[in-house]
């Protein structure tokens, strides 16, 4: 029985390790204050528990709206957006900036050329065409988006920016419900771990307390001890 609980606790210390190392890089409230755009705000969110809390009620809907709003055509702004949307969802911090990384200089081209795609042929099963987007054209218009150069060809960054947005919405739907679904089976799993580690420990307990009571029956009434 000890070495069962000592390979359970050994698992369990092991899934908090992982955890921590996962996100080690994202905001806690012991450094958020170091984050741009956050340092202003945290006092503030170090008294909202909500904003720390890993119970699934406050991370489903940073799973969920922190996945659609990594995939929106909004690139700079996310992390802002993601801690005023935690406090409007009481949703969990760390998670919803974690997954504004989803999108980084590296990835934001491919993702929103692919989220594109998706917005033309959703708007086509309804019989809207839309013509197709080249690699050339999406990188215009990060240019455009990153130096703010608005009036530039403004008629065709607002049709790709609603084509997009439209493939990124759905994109992060379903993106989310894999992540959901992802917590909910790693949640499940430290739950076993942790169910089996304290029904051990109870055991072991009513053991102790069996074995205590032998002992007092056995001072008070030895054995071939005659009673009158």
């Not at 042929?121 to 990188?139: G, H, M, P, Y």
Request: with cysteine; net charge positive.
């Amino acid at each position: 029985m000890e070495h069962e609980e000592a390979k359970l606790l050994n698992k369990h210390h092991r899934r908090i390790r992982r955890m921590k190392w996962l996100l080690r890089f994202l905001p806690r409230r012991a450094n958020v204050h170091r984050y741009p755009g956050l340092k202003w705000f945290a006092g503030f969110a170090k008294e909202r528990m909500y904003l720390w809390s890993f119970r699934y009620r406050a991370v489903a809907p940073a799973l969920y709206a922190g996945t659609i709003l990594s995939l929106l055509p909004i690139f700079g702004i996310q992390i802002p957006l993601a801690f005023l949307l935690s406090l409007l969802m009481r949703a969990n911090l760390p998670v919803f900036v974690g997954l504004q990384f989803i999108t980084n200089w590296f990835t934001v081209v491919p993702i929103y050329y692919i989220c594109y795609q998706i917005g033309r042929f959703s708007l086509k099963l309804v019989n809207v065409d839309e013509a197709a987007l080249t690699i050339e054209q999406l990188r215009e218009f990060m240019e455009h988006f990153a130096h703010h150069q608005w009036a530039a060809n403004g008629q065709f960054l607002l049709h790709v920016f609603l084509v997009t947005s439209l493939g990124s919405l759905i994109l992060g739907v379903f993106l989310g419900t894999v992540f959901d679904h992802l917590y909910k089976l790693m949640a499940w799993r430290a739950a076993v771990t942790w169910e089996k580690l304290q029904h051990i420990r109870e055991l072991r307990s009513q053991e102790h307390e069996k074995q205590a009571g032998q002992t007092l029956k056995a001072r008070f009434f030895p054995k071939g001890r005659r009673w009158r």
